[in-house]
């Protein structure tokens, strides 16, 4: 790999990447982003991409700006962090009757529901949010059993770079 260093790149300190793996095939994507952290052993790498999940990936530090305003610097898994949400899942249900809300607000636990979206085989994605940090999928998956609400998928919520971007640009440009 050295060798690619010194023909690739002239042995530079700093390189500077701009959306390094736009276009490329996930073989080459693979490649590219082996190449990236293997020459980030010897030479300070800036990458500038709108993939998030590829930054999330391959960067150590994550600088957001904004409209010309810088609005944070921190590394990827704390800007996640700092906007997740730990004490919410997300269910898809199959609820034809329209039951899910009044459910809901049966269970003290969960302090909202929010639709998240619709499927085209019909069933829903809701976020819903606990009271406060317990994990409120047991309860959730009991009580909608006994309702006759299938449920499809039940998992914990996780938060992405993409997620704190967007917060992060819709909080009127505000700092983390």
Known sequence: MLVWQEQLCGNP?????????????????????????????????????HILSEISKLCQKVIIINK????????????????SNSNSILVTVEDNKNKIENIVKQIDEIKDIKLIKEND????????????????????????????????ELKKSETTLEDAFIELINDKGGNI
Do not use: C, W
Not at 134 to 142: A, M
């Open 13 to 49: 300190e700093i390189l500077i990447l701009d959306e390094p793996t736009v276009g490329l095939d996930p073989k080459q994507i693979t490649e590219i982003r082996s190449l990236i952290k293997d020459l980030s052993k010897n030479h300070t790498i800036i990458i500038s991409s």
């Open 121 to 152: 085989d019909k069933t829903k994605q809701y976020m819903l949010t606990a009271t406060n940090d317990l994990d409120i999928r047991k309860i959730v998956f009991e009580k909608f059993a006994k309702e006759s609400i299938t449920i499809f």
């Open 68 to 83: 010309g305003k810088l609005i944070a610097i921190d590394t990827p898994q704390n800007l996640e962090n700092k906007v």
